[in-house]
């Protein structure tokens, strides 16, 4: 909700006062000038967003988003050149590993053999096909998106013509 009332209102800061909110239903009022309105109204009119509130919140996520991914620590690297990443395995995942390591890689430390595994195996062609599968995702979406935001328009304008109605 768009609210332009007086901050100085003392009826309006008694009410906020009176009703003691639960994070569920807090709510939050933003100012915005004429222009900020006229784009945010752009989004909700081309069908991106069904309303501004729909808009102004995935705005919010992805800026929280955004701030929480940078304040994140960087992981620390090593003095080779590696980051250290903690992988969770079944007991009898890594007791063949073991075993793996002492018989046919000459004791070479279980984790060396995981990244490797990484980098080389076939582990990395699928993360690879998984990848290129989640962008031609996003790439359909964007067009879905495209193709409904055309036909929502169109099936207004057959409702202004009067050849449709509802």
Same mark, same amino acid.
């Given at each position: ?8 209102n ?19 009022? !933003?100012?915005c000038?004429?222009? =900020? !309105? +006229? !784009? ?13 509130? =729909? ?6 996520h992805? @800026? ?15 003095? =080779?050149? @590696? ?13 063949? @590993? =073991? ?5 046919v ?15 080389r ?6 993360? +690879? ?17 495209? +193709?409904?935001?055309a036909? +929502? ?14």
């Amino acid at each position: 909700m768009f609210d332009n009332a007086p901050e100085g209102n003392p009826a309006r800061r008694r009410a906020a006062e009176a009703s003691p909110e639960t994070p569920e239903d807090a709510r939050i009022a !933003l100012r915005c000038n004429r222009k =900020e !309105l +006229q !784009l945010v109204d752009s989004f909700v009119t081309n069908g991106e967003f069904a309303t501004r509130s =729909e808009l102004m919140r995935s705005a919010l996520h992805a @800026f929280l988003r955004s701030r929480a991914l940078s304040a994140a620590p960087a992981p620390a690297v090593d003095a =080779e050149g @590696f980051i250290e990443v903690p992988v969770r395995l079944r007991p009898e995942e890594y007791a063949a @590993f =073991e075993t793996y390591s002492h018989h046919v890689a000459n004791g070479r430390p279980v984790r060396d053999l995981l990244a490797e595994i990484v980098r080389r195996g076939e582990m990395a062609m699928q993360v +690879q096909e998984l990848v290129a599968r989640a962008r031609a995702t996003v790439r359909e979406v964007v067009q879905t998106r495209a +193709q409904v935001g055309a036909l +929502q328009e169109s099936g207004k304008d057959l409702e202004r013509r009067g050849v449709v109605g509802r």
